[in-house]
């Protein structure tokens, strides 16, 4: 009974972090709640301070790579290139909000192939709504886009989600073999998002939309900037290829993009830096501790021992109730957190290839149900509220709840189906 107690007031402390990150009360950060939640597993003693330290520098990669990608965000931003890729997208769309949408959701879907879905969060979210505000149209709609096909395109190549990386961990597949696993399960999931986001916003498309759009000259800086932004996503499919963690090369190709930029402009890096999002880190790391203490409850011990048995008499019925379970939990836990910890549990329970892969689907097409699944979700909010722009937890749900399963077992299908 006395290793009861404090495991469920683990699970407890962790459920109130995370709703503290849905609901934000008192407007405060997300950071802070689950920087609060830390410290409350660290006075109740239910982690001890080197756990938790130890939890907090397994996201150094994922700290590395989010601080190379909000360092672009910036540079591109400051240098006109959203503006300008938002009026040449206006241009192209000719008055029609619906081609609008089609050209923003296609951008996307490369952004996140090439960038990952943190990239499509925290780069296209700004540039969506320069165009939107250019084409005089209602913003949500394409904004929306940002955030579902950030996870609905996150497993077409390794890079497209750090989750991908972490739950395979040192046995990722080669690229040809990764291709021949999800190249059909992620056209399932990206149409079926398409379709069902179309349909859904289909009044707010309706009308037209400017279309006498003056394109700006693009500055030398914005050059630069977009050359970067290329820079990036050519060095994370060499780092890739390489089996090389991702944080440290995207980290190193921002910088030398802001130091080129910087240097252009002389501009101080104190400006830089002070439109940063910095809160983001923290947020991160204590997802990373809630995780490693949530671990340390000994749940993955009987989960283990069940995957293994249930794995061994029905694979493909196991593979959907997995699949399903995780991308419900990616919604209490979060995604990256979640999929350390399904990533564990897969590795320990010796599962088929066929069960792992379906592991994946549920971290990476989980968090479209909410705003807390995925961390490119959380950077989403961050970066609408720096637009001024506000989305409810309640707003988000009503779409992902239609979504989220819809492409899950469309892709689920198609991954056992070729299995």
């Not at 990608?69 to 890729?85: N, P, Q, T």
């Not at 939990?329 to 990256?336: K, T």
Request: net charge positive; charged share 10%; aromatic share 8%.
């Amino acid at each position: 009974m006395h290793l009861v107690v404090p495991h469920f007031a683990t699970w407890v402390i962790a459920a109130l972090a995370i709703l503290g990150v849905i609901v934000r009360p008192w407007r405060l950060s997300e950071a802070v709640w689950a920087v609060l939640a830390v410290v409350a597993l660290l006075v109740l003693g239910l982690i001890s301070v080197p756990d938790a330290g130890r939890a907090v520098l397994k996201g150094t990669d994922v700290y590395l790579f989010l601080i190379g990608m909000m360092v672009l965000a910036e540079l591109a931003r400051h240098e006109g290139l959203f503006d300008w890729l938002a009026a040449v997208a206006v241009q192209k769309s000719a008055g029609s909000a619906r081609r609008l949408f089609a050209m923003i959701y296609i951008v996307g879907i490369m952004v996140t192939i090439f960038l990952s879905n943190d990239a499509t969060a925290v780069v296209l979210t700004p540039a969506v709504y320069a165009a939107t505000k250019h084409a005089k149209a209602e913003p949500l709609p394409y904004l929306f886009i940002c955030a579902f096909i950030a996870n609905a395109a996150s497993f077409v190549l390794p890079i497209s989600n750090p989750a991908n990386l972490v739950v395979y961990g040192a046995h990722l597949p080669a690229l040809g073999l990764w291709l021949a696993q999800f190249a059909l399960p992620a056209v399932f999931s990206i149409s079926v998002t398409f379709v069902g986001l179309r349909l859904l916003q289909r009044a707010e498309l309706a009308g037209d939309i400017a279309r006498d759009i003056n394109v700006p000259t693009l500055s030398p800086g914005g050059r630069v900037a977009a050359w970067g932004i290329a820079l990036a996503a050519l060095v994370l499919l060499v780092a890739s290829s390489l089996k090389w963690q991702l944080g440290l090369p995207t980290f190193l190709a921002s910088c030398s993009v802001a130091a080129v930029i910087l240097v252009l402009n002389r501009r101080s890096p104190w400006q830089l830096a002070g439109h940063i999002s910095w809160q983001v880190l923290p947020l991160v790391a204590g997802l990373f501790v809630l995780a490693a203490a949530v671990e340390g409850t000994g749940i993955l011990q009987p989960l283990t021992a069940v995957l293994r048995s249930s794995a061994a008499t029905a694979p493909q019925v196991t593979g959907f109730v997995l699949a399903s379970a995780v991308a419900l939990l990616c919604n209490v836990v979060n995604n990256l957190p979640l999929g350390l910890i399904a990533g564990t549990a897969v590795s320990g329970a010796h599962l088929p290839p066929q069960l792992t892969g379906a592991v994946l689907l549920g971290v990476d097409l989980g968090p479209n149900l909410s705003v807390t699944g995925s961390l490119a979700t959380i950077l989403w909010l961050v970066a609408l509220r720096r637009e001024g722009q506000t989305v409810t937890a309640w707003s988000f749900l009503r779409l992902g709840c239609i979504l989220m399963p819809l492409a899950l077992v469309a892709a689920l299908a198609a991954f056992m189906w070729l299995d």
